[in-house]
């Protein structure tokens, strides 16, 4: 059985930048599927702009007709603040045997130790880190030490074992921030071609990010 990919973030909106990477990890790391989770309740963001449905709602028309793109709903329906490890935790009871990769992009990566119980999180998944060609994975302190215990180049470990690896992946790097697309809808201007037509159209619809 391939490995799962979780991708959480906020995705407010979702755009260029997240598929592309979700996308090429799928190819790559010859992942089953990629499942798209975004958080109800961010402890570490405060706000979102959109609610917790527009943000899935965009997600699923980001995701619409491609093959292994799963949008999973989970963090929206269980309350309370969302924790990757939680989420993690639930996924790991419905995939025993299951491999599971949590995608996360270096910026995200970088900020691990901050997170809710992340020294479990290891327990539960894999971590894919996405990032850019040229890079260097971190070395030193707390994080330095993880991945000199825990990393891999070899993607079969991915595949050979459920959690407990840490894969630093070379992604396409679109410099595409969901930070920088609710400036451009709030200044009146067109986000096209940071994401695909469906999310722009719905946001145009709704209204969405008109006032930041
Ligand atoms: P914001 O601008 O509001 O901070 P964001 O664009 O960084 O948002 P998030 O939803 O916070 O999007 O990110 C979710 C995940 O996607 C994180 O792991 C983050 O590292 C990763 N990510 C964000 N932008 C990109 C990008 N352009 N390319 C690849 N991965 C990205």
Not at 3 to 26: C, K, N, Q, W
Not at 78 to 86: E, F, N, Q
Not at 104 to 119: E, K
Not at 156 to 164: A, E, I, Q, S
Request: with cysteine.
């Amino acid at each position: 059985m391939r490995p799962i990919g979780v991708f959480g973030g906020t995705f407010d909106p979702v755009h260029y930048g997240h598929l592309r990477s979700a996308f090429e990890m799928l190819q790559a790391l010859s992942f089953e599927q990629v499942s798209f989770v975004p958080c109800g309740d961010p402890p570490h963001r405060g706000v979102t702009y959109a609610t917790s449905a527009q943000r899935l709602r965009l997600v699923e028309l980001a995701i619409a007709g491609q093959d292994g793109f799963v949008a999973d709903d989970r963090e929206l329906r269980r309350g309370g603040p969302s924790y990757t490890v939680d989420t993690l935790q639930t996924l790991r009871e419905e995939h025993t045997n299951r491999s599971l990769g949590l995608i996360v992009g270096m910026d995200a990566f970088l900020g691990l130790t901050g997170w809710h119980r992340w020294d479990e999180i290891l327990d539960f998944a894999h971590i894919v880190v996405a990032h850019r060609p040229g890079w260097k994975a971190p070395d030193i302190g707390e994080l330095g030490e993880l991945v000199a215990e825990h990393g891999t180049h070899r993607v079969d470990d991915l595949h050979n074992t459920t959690h407990g690896f840490i894969h630093i992946h070379a992604v396409t790097q679109l410099e595409i921030a969901s930070t920088e697309i609710r400036d451009l809808v709030a200044a009146g201007r067109d986000p096209r071609f940071l994401m695909p037509d469906a999310v722009r159209d719905e946001i145009e619809n709704t209204g969405l990010y008109k006032e930041t």
